[in-house]
C-alpha cells in the first residue's frame, strides 16, 4: 500500500524558514517523482514543483522559486520541502503528492504551516 | 494554460445526474485529472488521462472531454459525493483549476 507520511504543523516567525518532510512507503522510491502542493485556508490548489529522488532533478512553478527548495534522501525515501522567508502568505496545507505520468496519484495528508509572531 | 472550473458551487440532490466543466486557456490534448476532496482530508484521484478511472473509485464517476473543454460526470449522485472537486492539467505544466464544491439540496 502506497503510503506518504508528513511531519506534524508548524509554526515559523516571519522571515524564518520551515521544513517539512514526507516519508513515502509502499513503493521504490526512486521509480516516482514527488509533487508538492500548496492549499491556502478555504482556497484552492497550488502546485509548487516535483523533485526526481532518482537524479535529484526538480521543477518548480515560477511564483515558487525563490520560496520553495525540494530535496529528496534516497536512503530513508524521504522528501522535504524547505520554505523560506516566511509571510503570512505562506500560512497554508502543503502536500506532497507522488506523480505518475505527470498526473498526481497519492497524496500525504498534509503539514498546516502557521506563519506567526 | 488557466483551468477555469464552473459551477464554483453545485447544489444537487440523491440520484441525481451531475455535471461539472473544467475548461483550460489552452488545448490540453486529454492530459487531465479530477480529484475529490473532503473537508479536512486530502483529495483522491478518480480520473486520469480525461477518462481513466482510478482503480477502487465507483464506476458513476466518468469523465469526458477533448480540446480544451472537459467533464466529470456522477451518474447518481451519492451522499458521499459531497466534496470539492479540482481538475489538473498535466499536459504543459502543472495547473489545477479553482474547485467546485458539490452539496446536497
Known amino acids: 500500500e502506497v503510503q506518504l507520511q508528513q511531519s506534524g504543523p508548524e509554526v515559523g516567525r516571519p522571515g524564518s524558514s520551515v521544513k517539512i518532510s514526507c516519508k513515502a512507503s509502499g513503493y521504490t522510491f526512486t521509480d516516482y517523482v514527488m509533487n508538492w502542493v500548496k492549499q491556502s485556508p478555504g482556497q484552492g490548489l497550488e502546485w509548487i514543483g516535483w523533485?526526481?529522488?532518482?537524479?535529484?532533478?526538480?521543477d518548480y512553478a515560477e511564483k515558487f522559486k525563490k520560496k520553495a527548495t525540494l530535496t529528496a534522501d534516497t536512503s530513508s525515501s524521504t522528501a522535504y520541502i524547505q520554505l523560506s522567508s516566511l509571510t503570512s502568505e505562506d500560512t497554508a496545507t502543503y502536500f506532497c503528492?507522488?506523480?505518475?505520468?505527470?498526473?498526481?496519484?497519492?497524496w500525504g495528508q498534509g503539514v498546516m504551516v502557521t506563519v506567526s509572531s | 494554460i488557466q483551468l477555469t472550473q464552473s459551477p464554483s458551487l453545485l447544489s444537487a440532490s440523491v440520484g441525481d445526474r451531475v455535471t461539472l466543466s473544467c475548461k483550460g486557456s489552452?488545448?490540453?490534448?486529454?492530459?487531465l485529472a479530477w480529484y475529490q476532496q473532503k473537508l479536512g482530508e486530502a483529495p483522491k484521484l478518480l480520473i486520469y488521462?480525461?477518462?481513466s478511472l482510478q482503480t477502487g473509485i465507483p464506476s458513476r464517476f466518468s469523465g469526458s472531454g477533448s480540446g480544451t473543454d472537459y467533464t466529470l460526470t456522477i451518474s447518481s449522485l451519492q451522499p458521499e459525493d459531497v466534496a470539492t472537486y479540482f481538475c489538473y492539467q498535466y499536459n504543459n505544466g502543472w495547473t489545477f483549476g479553482g474547485g467546485t464544491k458539490l452539496e446536497l439540496k
Open positions: 503528492a507522488r506523480g505518475s505520468s505527470s498526473y498526481i496519484d497519492y
Open positions: 523533485i526526481d529522488p532518482e537524479y535529484g532533478s526538480t
Open positions: 489552452q488545448n490540453i490534448n486529454n492530459y
Open positions: 488521462n480525461t477518462n
